[in-house]
């Protein structure tokens, strides 16, 4: 694999500058695929996020007038796409409107969420984390407007009516396979109705077998590597435990690779006997589905309920009764019904329960970051 971004500084952008930070240390970038350091990039303190929140503050011309400007702290997992957008902004929009500042969470995350010159945070990530978030902007002087996009561990119901071939490939895309299952809205719980569950897992694993494993810089590859070590050997661990937990039947997958890299190849665990352990609950962020049966509708919902999150859910059927029904009983967010994954323009997109708060990509997401003012004249 030949990414060719180690042979160029790369720097923050603040206030309209491409800047190597006030400390001037970095911190490596490691390609998942082959565990190479392919950059180092800038690692920032709290001083550069106070300079970030200062070049805002003082954005020129009509930007000034908004309530906020944009301070974007990307994860430190995934910080050289974000600094390669900063640098054409830097020559595209005023100023001080965008900033991206790289470092670690727990010091350039945590001094912009309770900075009192920030009005508003938007945090995408674990459950555990948006909780700290919460927490944080509340402890901040300023009282902040606060969204929170978290996980989910989100549910895919195959009816016995359904389209088979279709809601097959409907939970391979819902597992968003091409990268890795690492999406928050991926459909990780399948449930299918007991009639159909052998056929279907049959079929799907079958397919689950055939993706191509490989470099995710070529078309051709259909699962890409983990985002990190730390984030492989969490997954494995997942894997480990199905693989000893006696209610779990292992189908495919599963086996550590010989390759070099964060390579899991996509994994399926069945439960014949009903949910079982914290493959079915706890939110894995990797290429791993879990199935189960159900008997009837009462008890596909039940199941798909059955956590504190609700982000997305998928629904898979020929009745139009059923299909309504499920989109009005499921505690989701976002319901597709004979389809999964894919994002429609303009519609909002968030969780209930613990999946979040507030909603992104619509007109929602745009009205959160403004204030509504009522002005009362007389004359």
Known sequence: ?????????????????????????????????????????????????????????????????????????????????ALRLGEPAQNLIPAGVLNVVTGTGDVVGDRLVAHPDVPRIAFTGSEAVGRRVLARAAASPAVKTVTLELGGKNPLLVFADADVPAAVDGALRGMNFRWQGQSCGSTSRLFVQRALFEQFIAELSGRMRSLKIGDPLLDSTDVGPLVSRVHYERVRKFIDRGRKDPKLELVTGGSASDRKGYFVPPTLFTAAGGPHG??????????????????????????????????TASVW????????????????????????????????????????????ESLEEIESYTQHKNVYLRF
């Not at 589905?289 to 008890?299: K, N, R, T």
């Not at 319901?335 to 507030?358: D, P, T």
């Open 1 to 81: 694999m030949n990414i060719n971004v180690a042979d160029r500084p790369w720097r923050m952008l603040i206030g309209g500058e491409l800047l190597a930070g006030r400390i001037g240390a970095t911190m490596p970038v490691v390609h998942p695929g082959d565990e190479s350091v392919i950059a180092e990039i800038p690692l920032g303190g709290a001083g550069d996020a106070d300079d970030a929140v200062s070049a805002a503050r003082a954005a020129s011309g009509p930007w000034a007038r908004l309530p906020i400007t944009e301070r974007a702290a990307p994860s430190e997992q995934t910080s050289l796409s």
């Open 317 to 360: 059927t020929t009745s139009l009764h059923t299909a309504l029904a499920a989109a009005r009983d499921l505690a989701a967010g976002y319901v597709w019904v004979n389809w999964s994954s894919e994002h429609i323009a303009g519609s909002s997109f968030g969780g209930v329960k613990n999946s979040g708060l507030g909603r992104e």
């Open 278 to 311: 914290p493959l079915f609950t706890e939110e894995i962020f990797g290429p791993v589905l879990v199935a189960a049966p159900f008997d009837d509708y009462e008890e596909a919902i039940a199941l798909a309920n059955s956590l504190p999150v609700g982000l």
